[in-house]
């Protein structure tokens, strides 16, 4: 699977390098989709390239920024405020002319499109089973609904369609949210249930189990909160993930293979076949390069430092009891090269830097034979003292682990080889625990939530780590979640669907606080849109911007 995303997108390459000579030439050898995708072996290339638009969205910079700043966990960091600050910010500068939003925009619909397509001709390909054809179908609805989904989630009422496109159209339609879940997303899904084998054709690609995961993501955002726990603990039960035990080898990049993984993005070791690669490794890191005992080098990452933790975040975890905090951030570098820290000399393999999460006073930090890096609680955003959290303009804090990548080939490599995980089975347990509650049946949420908590524990605090009816509340519901899917693409989504999104990035993201605003809900169509329709008039600008 990992090979198979690229293909078409090199074919293509090549069609286009020689596009001139074949017009010219032989018109008639140029291949299209009416003649390629009537063949068993045709549709699977167009199925297949229906998959290699998902590479633009998960593991990238762009949806990195539209799912993770602008929350109350993450702000700009050093990187951010140089990149893109006005996303997280809510600016008057967030635009439709913003080349984040125009390129996840594209990329979205490029894969709705290539979707369509595939659903319109597999009726048409011949010497096929029937049972292969709804199969072929199904993973194509299925990856349709979640490209709309996204779509609907960003932009709210805006183009949507069950047609390909042919040729130049110039026309776009506003299109209500709920006909895109009506219409689109709902059947899709429930169509891809019925009709996905229960075991994946090839590792990455979708079957019943993940069509079931994510139409239970769908239904607890459209407040159908017994359907979302019926198939949240259909596939907690009924098939054979497990979750990865300690929390911390979730994330080790030998073990991606792993059976709580329930779907995710392929990337590849080999850059013939990698696109873009999965560069999250860049985003979420400390500039350790600034200790004269660091070099860059590829286990500890090349840092970009886009997005910063925000106090709350920090605020979340109990580090006595629960592992997640260990498992999810890096606080300790080791020194690669010799130097001298303090008047201590550090050789290769010595602490280099250490960040704790108390005050500590100045003199032990000098008297220390490495970095020693403090919190006192301070904005993230604004501190300047000496070794805390946030010093160094925004450079210098706890770095997320679950997306570095020490396999890459060289220090500068952007392109990482690490799958990206959409759908992991924690994310069913946190949907059941939160459909329960919302259905007033607090043990069942908290029977849910108390599995998560016990994988979580410290070994000997699994006890600790426990909770009770009355301790399940929204607010225990989007800390849990934030302390378990930080960083993964949830966030921006959480708060938006518990409308919780205005209130906490005032109380939690001081960057963003004085300027997001209802408008904020949804982000500006691109402007390349607005200008290109013909029907201006119909499809105008989200309100706001």
């Given at each position: 699977?990992?090979?198979?995303?690229?293909?078409?997108?090199?074919?293509?390459?090549?069609?286009?390098?020689?596009?001139?000579?074949?017009?010219?030439?032989?018109?008639?050898?140029?291949?299209?989709?009416?003649?390629?995708?009537?063949?068993?072996?045709?549709?699977?290339d167009g199925l297949k390239a229906s998959y290699t638009t998902l590479r633009s969205l998960y593991g990238q910079e762009n949806g990195f920024f539209l799912t993770v700043t602008g929350t109350d966990i993450f702000t700009n960091g050093f990187g951010g405020i140089a990149n893109n600050p006005h996303i997280n910010n809510y600016s008057p500068n967030f635009l439709g002319t913003s080349?984040?939003?125009?390129?996840?925009?594209?990329?979205?619909?490029?894969?709705?499109?290539?979707?369509?397509?595939?659903?319109?001709?597999?009726?048409?390909?011949?010497?096929?089973?029937?049972?292969?054809?709804?199969?072929?179908?199904?993973e194509a609805r299925f990856l349709?609904?979640?490209?709309?989904?996204?779509?609907?989630?960003?932009?709210?009422?805006?183009?949507?369609?069950?047609?390909?496109?042919?040729?130049?159209?110039?026309?776009?339609?506003?299109?209500?949210?709920?006909?895109?879940?009506?219409?689109?997303?709902?059947?899709?899904?429930?169509?891809?249930?019925?009709?996905?084998?229960?075991?994946?054709?090839?590792?990455?690609?979708?079957?019943?189990?993940?069509?079931?995961a994510l139409l239970a993501r769908v239904q607890l955002t459209l407040g159908n909160w017994p359907e979302a726990e019926r198939l949240a603990a259909k596939v907690i039960s009924e098939y054979s993930f497990e979750l990865v035990k300690p929390y911390i080898d979730l994330w080790d990049i030998q073990n991606e293979r792993n059976p709580e993984f329930i779907w995710t993005v392929q990337f590849s070791e080999d850059p013939l076949f990698n696109g873009p690669g999965n560069s999250g490794h860049l985003y979420f890191i400390f500039d350790y390069t600034f200790n004269p005992a660091m070099v860059r080098d590829v286990e500890n990452g090349r840092p970009f430092q886009r997005f910063l933790p925000t106090n709350y975040l920090f605020s979340l975890y109990d580090r006595d009891i629960d592992a997640r905090w260990e498992g999810s951030f890096k606080t300790t570098?080791?020194?690669?090269?010799?130097?001298?820290?303090?008047?201590?000399?550090?050789?290769?393999?010595?602490?280099?830097?250490?960040?704790?999460?108390?005050?500590?006073?100045?003199?032990?930090k000098l008297a220390a034979p490495y970095w020693l890096i403090d919190y006192?609680?301070?904005?993230?955003?604004?501190?300047?003292?000496?070794?805390?959290?946030?010093?160094?303009?925004?450079?210098?804090?706890?770095?997320?682990?679950?997306?570095?990548?020490?396999?890459?080939?060289?220090?500068?490599?952007?392109?990482?080889?690490?799958?990206?995980?959409?759908?992991?089975?924690?994310?069913?347990?946190?949907?059941?625990t939160e459909a329960a509650w919302r259905q007033n049946k607090n043990a069942e949420a908290a029977a849910y939530v108390n599995v998560l908590r016990t994988r979580a524990a410290k070994p000997g605090k699994e006890a600790e780590m426990?909770?009770?009816?009355?301790?399940?509340d929204l607010d225990f519901i989007l800390e849990e979640r934030a302390r378990e899917l930080v960083g993964e693409k949830f966030r921006w989504y959480d708060l938006?669907?518990?409308?919780?999104?205005?209130?906490?990035?005032?109380?939690?993201?001081?960057?963003?606080?004085?300027?997001?605003?209802?408008?904020?809900?949804?982000?500006?169509?691109?402007?390349?849109?607005?200008?290109?329709?013909?029907?201006?008039?119909?499809?105008?600008?989200?309100?706001?911007?």
């Open positions: 699977m990992k090979n198979i995303f690229n293909v078409l997108t090199i074919c293509l390459g090549l069609v286009m390098m020689s596009c001139e000579q074949v017009l010219v030439e032989d018109p008639v050898s140029l291949a299209t989709a009416d003649g390629h995708y009537t063949t068993e072996a045709g549709i699977e080349g984040t939003v125009t390129a996840i925009w594209n990329a979205l619909y490029r894969g709705i499109n290539q979707c369509n397509t595939v659903v319109n001709k597999v009726g048409l390909v011949q010497n096929i089973s029937e049972q292969r054809r709804k199969e072929i179908e199904a349709r609904a979640l490209y709309y989904f996204h779509v609907v989630q960003q932009w709210g009422g805006v183009h949507f369609s069950l047609e390909e496109t042919i040729g130049v159209e110039t026309e776009a339609n506003r299109t209500p949210e709920e006909t895109f879940y009506n219409q689109g997303i709902i059947p899709d899904l429930e169509f891809a249930v019925e009709n996905l084998p229960v075991n994946a054709a090839a590792y990455g690609r979708t079957f019943k189990g993940a069509a079931e570098w080791l020194a690669n090269t010799s130097a001298v820290i303090n008047g201590h000399t550090v050789s290769p393999g010595d602490t280099a830097i250490h960040i704790v999460m108390h005050p500590v006073a100045d003199e032990e006192k609680g301070n904005w993230i955003g604004g501190v300047t003292s000496f070794q805390e959290i946030g010093t160094n303009q925004r450079r210098n804090y706890p770095s997320l682990l679950k997306f570095l990548d020490p396999l890459r080939p060289s220090i500068n490599e952007t392109a990482g080889r690490r799958d990206f995980p959409v759908i992991r089975l924690a994310e069913m347990y946190l949907i059941a426990q909770v009770g009816p009355g301790d399940i938006k669907r518990t409308g919780t999104l205005l209130e906490r990035v005032k109380a939690h993201n001081l960057d963003a606080a004085p300027n997001i605003k209802e408008m904020h809900l949804v982000r500006p169509i691109p402007q390349t849109q607005i200008d290109r329709v013909s029907n201006p008039g119909e499809f105008p600008q989200n309100p706001g911007y």
